[in-house]
């Protein structure tokens, strides 16, 4: 018995990890070569700077070919870095003029939480596909008027959760869907990192900072992609042991959730610990996963001695490929808009929870 689900799961892993790739190597044999999409970013920062311009020269199906940035100094140094022409190169106040550039299709906004709704619907109403960083806004209003922008528009929005695109992610969430060790009865999730800034916006409330919408979703998604339900209630707790630093928004967040089959899961988050990982109890057996939500290497095992262990070149590439696939193909998203937003609802719950010290029901 024990080797059967051995190798159901290890075929169902093959199956995930062939249909991640195969379809691209499918589709550009058996049609007309489409060209590739030009991405444009909007937000030269850590992620834009250090994963995602690199990861865009892996890609098969884009290509870096805009910026938008508010800081002149950083334009030569992209220009010569990526081969960006200058017809190319936006500020913030200009952006809007994207609308006449047929070289970019796809805005891919990369930029403080609380700017993601402002330069979603611009780039929307520039008839632009959306690819647009989590957390996706600060609130359930922002998102839904993303989502509806976007759909006035044509066009499509995609959210950055990388880990969605990670056979590693897929192979957990296949369990928490056919159940070979039953219903999911209790998940711990958690993810973290301590970050020694003192002035960036993830410590400034105004631009959507805190642990809850940064490391706090990977946690959150580890409870909805490993039960693969809804939570309908909510219990947070807030905390900080730098109150000189976190004295707007909480350096930790605690909660618990509670979904309709009954599961329970136990959520950290914190920009003051170390930590990422997520085990999930069945009625049957385990999942553990440590890390769950890196950029690479994420990897676990379960109660039957199944390893899950696949590798990937890059994730962001992975991504952005199966993400411009999607929009040159018109099939569905694997992270649209919509998935951001089902965050956001139980993020806004879990801080009223924590600001009213009660459990809120979703
Ligand atoms: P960052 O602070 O390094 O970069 C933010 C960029 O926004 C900078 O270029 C900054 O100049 C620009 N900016 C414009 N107006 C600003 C303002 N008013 N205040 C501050 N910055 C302003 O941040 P980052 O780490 O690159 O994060 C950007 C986005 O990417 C966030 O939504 C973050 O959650 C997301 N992110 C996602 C991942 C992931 O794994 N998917 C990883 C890191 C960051």
């Known amino acids: 018995m024990e080797k059967q689900r051995r190798i159901f799961i290890q075929k169902a892993g093959l199956i995930a990890a062939a249909s991640a790739f195969t379809p691209q190597i499918l589709l550009s044999s058996t049609k007309a070569q489409k060209k590739k999409l030009g991405v444009a970013l909007v937000g030269l920062g850590y992620y834009s700077t250090d994963l995602l311009a690199p990861a865009l020269q892996l890609t098969n199906n884009c290509e870096l070919r805009g910026i938008v940035t508010g800081?002149?100094?950083?334009?030569?140094?992209?220009?010569?870095?990526?081969?960006?022409?200058d017809k190319n190169v936006y500020n913030y106040k200009n952006f809007d003029t994207i609308a006449n550039n047929p070289d970019i299709d796809v805005v891919y906004v990369v930029l403080p939480p609380s700017m993601h709704a402002e330069y979603t619907i611009r780039a929307a109403k520039a008839?632009?596909?959306?690819?647009?960083?989590?957390?996706?806004?600060?609130?359930?209003?922002?998102?839904?008027?993303?989502?509806?922008?976007?759909?006035?528009?044509k066009v499509k929005l995609a959210i950055g959760y990388r880990c969605q695109h990670d056979p590693n992610i897929q192979a957990y969430m296949k369990v928490g869907k056919e159940r070979p060790f039953g219903k999911v009865r209790m998940?711990?999730?958690?993810?973290?990192?301590?970050?020694?800034?003192?002035?960036h916006w993830k410590q400034n409330k105004k631009l959507g900072g805190g642990a809850m919408g940064d490391m706090g979703v990977y946690a959150l998604q580890g409870a909805r992609l490993a039960t693969g339900e809804e939570p309908i209630s909510v219990l947070a707790q807030a905390s900080t042991t730098r109150p000189e630093v976190y004295h707007e928004v909480e350096e930790t967040m605690m909660f618990q959730l509670e979904f309709p089959s009954g599961a329970l899961a136990s959520c950290q988050t914190s920009f003051g610990i170390n930590m990422n990982h997520l085990q999930v109890n069945y009625e049957k057996g385990w999942l553990k996963m440590e890390p769950h939500s890196s950029y690479n290497g994420n990897n676990g095992s379960m109660s039957d001695g199944t390893i899950i262990k696949f590798s990937i070149p890059n994730q962001q590439a992975k991504q952005m490929d199966e993400d411009a696939m999607?929009?040159?193909?018109?099939?569905?998203?694997?992270?649209?808009?919509?998935?951001?937003l089902r965050d956001i609802r139980v993020v806004e719950a879990i801080y009223k929870s924590a600001a009213q010290n009660c459990v809120v029901k979703l």
């Open 326 to 340: 999607a929009i040159m193909d018109k099939t569905d998203l694997i992270v649209p808009g919509e998935e951001g």
């Open 71 to 85: 800081s002149p100094e950083k334009i030569p140094i992209w220009q010569e870095k990526y081969g960006i022409k």
């Open 127 to 153: 008839g632009k596909h959306v690819w647009c960083e989590k957390p996706m806004a600060p609130s359930v209003a922002d998102c839904e008027a993303m989502i509806k922008a976007c759909k006035d528009n």
């Open 187 to 199: 998940v711990t999730s958690a993810a973290g990192y301590f970050d020694g800034r003192t002035n």
